[in-house]
């Protein structure tokens, strides 16, 4: 499968536990937007990434979140801590970058549940 | 920032009728202008898209008009069918710049 992989598709934490959510994006492509949709909400822009790079991550919160994605391996979205409020999909998708077509292709989405 | 307002929030058609989505921005450096649709339990997925140079693209029974001037930009699909029933999201972002900046959706329900 040539397409945005994401994984785990459904995780459940309590309260205070520690979520990771993963990315693979297509291939050949460098650049990781990461989304958190709420329900009965749109997509919200949280990151953007480039290998090694985070290039915008104006829509994250201040605390208990942070993004990578290194030389190796794929991107992840790390939510420490979490709270009952952080329950929504989060949607990664990625895109061949500057100069390309600007369309943004999205994997099937991390559902996370906090209890 | 960019802000993308869209409306209706829901939408019903009956099979065979016509179906539009609008969408405003506020940015008028935005220039890219795509539309995706969301199956449920999918991810979304771009189903056209409309640059600033051109006011209006079709592709079979969906189109995609953008006033520049008034900043806004529509989705019109014709003779729907239950297929069509979906989630559609329109977004804008500045070619070049790739963050994209999307409305809050409209779920299409198509009654056969």
């Known amino acids: 499968n040539a397409g945005v992989m994401q994984n785990p598709r459904h995780l459940v934490r309590r309260r205070g536990q520690e979520a990771r959510l993963r990315c693979s994006p297509m291939?050949?492509?460098?650049?990781v937007y990461w989304y958190r949709q709420l329900p009965e909400e749109g997509l919200k822009f949280m990151v953007y990434?480039?290998?090694?790079?985070?290039?915008?991550e104006s829509g994250m919160p201040k605390e208990r979140f942070s993004a990578e994605f290194p030389k190796e391996g794929p991107s992840i979205l790390r939510i420490q801590q979490v709270v009952r409020g952080d329950s929504a999909a989060y949607f990664c998708?990625?895109?061949?970058?500057?100069?390309?077509?600007?369309?943004?292709?999205f994997g099937e989405g991390s559902r996370l549940t906090v209890l | 920032g960019e802000n993308v307002e869209q409306h209706p929030s829901t939408l019903s058609v009956q099979e065979g009728d016509s179906a539009v989505i609008k969408c405003t921005y506020s940015?008028?450096?935005?220039?890219?202008f795509p539309w995706y649709k969301q199956e449920l339990g999918k991810g979304p997925q771009l189903i056209i898209d409309?640059?600033?140079?051109?006011g209006e693209k079709k592709d079979q029974r969906i189109a995609v008009t953008l006033n520049k001037t008034a900043k806004h930009f529509s989705l019109h699909i014709t003779e729907t069918q239950p297929e069509d029933s979906a989630v559609y999201f329109c977004?804008?972002?500045?070619?070049?710049?790739?963050?994209?900046?999307f409305g809050i959706g409209t779920k299409l329900q198509v009654i056969p």
């Open positions: 998708a990625s895109s061949a970058g500057v100069g390309a077509t600007g369309e943004l292709f």
């Open positions: 940015d008028s450096a935005s220039n890219y």
């Open positions: 977004a804008a972002s500045i070619q070049g710049y790739q963050k994209v900046t």
């Open positions: 291939k050949g492509h460098s650049h």
């Open positions: 409309i640059r600033s140079n051109v």
């Open positions: 990434l480039q290998k090694e790079n985070i290039i915008d």
